[in-house]
């Protein structure tokens, strides 16, 4: 199957600072979320982006699937960005087949 | 939109009781996928429907898991025997795309904790 691999797994910021989460993977892929896991548990859709580039707010994500990677962007962290970010990915061939990474942990600190 | 629902939101069972669990999917979505979360295998695709039809089991651990579609509103994931080794968060996930078309986000509900004494 396909590998996600996602860096760093743990991640403490400051209030306000700024980071970048990736997320590689091993193969073609028509399908690439980001997720953030909150303290409760809820997994909430950030970005859908196989390609490109998107912004929402403080948050922003890049694909470049011919280099199979995606990164995602925090600016100015508050308290409440803190959680688990999952990159999961649907490889092209299988439709449905998502493979989450195993996550990078997010403590941002007042 | 009311979003996935599921319940229970927790289960405490025995070993040896059969759990069910059950999933709502966002009204309009034709496709659904149950997952299961732990500490040592993260997320994990179990079983995935489209349009109330199995698409692929082969994440289901073992037989002691089922799952099922009755219609498009309703899905239900039991285990029956349960033991410890089943404890962890099981999430239903839908998604509004059909079978093989591309481009498409999968929402989550916010799952059952399951703890299998």
């Known amino acids: 199957g396909i590998q996600v691999e996602q860096s760093p797994p743990d991640l403490i910021l400051q209030e306000g600072a700024n980071s970048t989460l990736r997320c590689n993977f091993s193969d073609s892929v028509n399908n690439l979320q980001w997720f953030h896991q909150n303290p409760w548990g809820q997994l909430i859709n950030l970005f859908y982006i196989p390609s490109g580039t998107k912004q929402n707010g403080r948050l922003s994500a890049t694909t470049v699937a011919t280099e199979r990677y995606s990164l995602l962007y925090i600016s100015s962290s508050q308290t409440t960005d803190s959680g688990v970010y999952f990159c999961a990915v649907e490889r092209d061939d299988s439709w449905g087949k998502f493979q989450f990474g195993a996550g990078t942990q997010v403590v941002v600190t007042p | 939109d009311a979003g996935v629902i599921q319940s229970p939101r927790h289960e405490v069972t025995e070993m040896g009781q059969e759990v069910t669990l059950r999933c709502k999917p966002i009204s309009g979505h034709n496709s659904l996928f149950w997952y299961r979360q732990t500490m040592m295998r993260g997320l994990e695709l179990l079983i995935y429907f489209n349009n109330n039809v199995p698409i692929d089991d082969s994440g289901m651990p073992e037989d002691r898991f089922s799952a099922k579609m009755p219609n498009a509103s309703f899905s239900t994931l039991k285990i029956q025997p349960s033991e410890p080794r089943d404890s962890a968060v099981y999430f239903c996930?839908?998604?509004?795309?059909?079978?093989?078309?591309?481009?498409?986000?999968?929402?989550f509900g916010p799952g059952t904790r399951l703890t299998v004494t």
């Open positions: 996930a839908s998604s509004p795309i059909a079978w093989s078309k591309k481009g498409y986000e999968q929402y």
